[in-house]
């Protein structure tokens, strides 16, 4: 009596189970697997998105891929922006866990604010920075007489500054509560032996908030380098690549070869390149990170 028990609770965990996990996991296959190994395979032939007469053509499409130029400096111009982003996320993002860590009646109100932007779409938040750096900003430098304020958009310079500022204006909120939650975590009394031992602010922090909350610093490298490298949204709304393809990024290169050129088989290749590159960077990051995490 016991065993048959004992099968039917087995059983009815089971179809818990299933009923909890099911429809992510149906939702997995069909809208990321499915589409993911199709991809890889029209990335050796040569689909233009309407024939149904495919060939296959191999690697063809990959060194396609390698060869353009405009892909090549994609790629970099996306490693410089996502190395200036994570810096400039983390940063922000760590000082803001401080700040609104710290006893004060304001702090929940705070921390509402700075995470408030990320609540806004992408698209959205280009033209809304779009909107300030044409018209805010060119108002402003006419009136002070200040030449850099002005074309803001139409220098590559300053087009980069202006994307890294807009990715960190809506991630850095994020990453704050990451690094909210791992600051809750470090035992008061770590500190406040270190402070009657004499250590300053910055040596509590180097040598014992750092080391703490390591586990929220490989989350939220993750997270910045991973949505740094992808960004299409931001891209396409506030530059649209411009001036001359100067701040297009991987994301938007793959999309404005299939859909501005309509090379459907090509533009396969690079996003399957592009997803290999992602993959990569990110696991080795994960890796090196929860690495230090072990020795710590």
């Not at 405009?70 to 922006?81: E, H, L, M, Q």
């Not at 860590?101 to 938040?125: A, C, D, Q, V, W």
């Not at 807009?166 to 470090?186: C, P």
């Amino acid at each position: 009596m016991s065993g048959k028990v004992k099968k039917i609770g087995k059983n009815k965990n089971n179809l818990d189970f299933w009923a909890f996990v099911g429809p992510s996991l149906f939702a997995f296959l069909v809208v990321i697997f499915i589409p993911l190994i199709v991809g890889i395979y029209y990335s050796f032939t040569d689909w233009n998105g309407i024939s149904t007469d495919i060939n296959f053509v191999g690697l063809e499409n990959y060194i396609k891929a390698f060869s353009d130029e405009g892909f090549r400096n994609s790629f970099f111009f996306t490693a410089k922006f996502t190395v200036a982003s994570v810096i400039t996320i983390n940063a922000i993002g760590f000082a803001l866990a401080l700040l609104v860590t710290r006893e004060s009646k304001i702090s929940n109100l705070l921390r509402t604010i700075f995470f408030m932007p990320n609540l806004i779409g992408g698209l959205i938040l280009g033209f809304i920075w779009q909107f300030i750096f044409v018209n805010v900003f060119n108002s402003i430098g006419q009136a002070l007489g200040q030449e850099w304020m002005m074309g803001w958009l139409s220098n590559s310079t300053t087009g980069f500054w202006g994307m890294v500022i807009i990715m960190a204006w809506q991630m850095s909120g994020y990453v704050m509560v990451i690094y909210v939650a791992g600051l809750q975590n470090v035992p008061p009394e770590l500190n406040e032996a270190a402070k009657i031992d004499g250590a300053n602010i910055w040596q509590r922090i180097r040598l014992i908030t750092f080391p703490m909350i390591r586990p929220a610093f490989t989350i939220s490298l993750f997270l910045t380098l991973s949505n740094s490298f992808k960004l299409f949204d931001q891209n396409l709304a506030l530059t649209n690549g411009g001036p001359g393809n100067a701040t297009q990024m991987l994301a938007l290169n793959v999309y404005q070869t299939a859909f501005s050129y309509n090379k459907m088989n090509l533009a396969q290749a690079k996003a399957v390149i592009f997803f290999v590159l992602v993959a990569i960077i990110t696991l080795v990051q994960v890796y090196l990170t929860k690495k230090d995490e072990v020795e710590a």
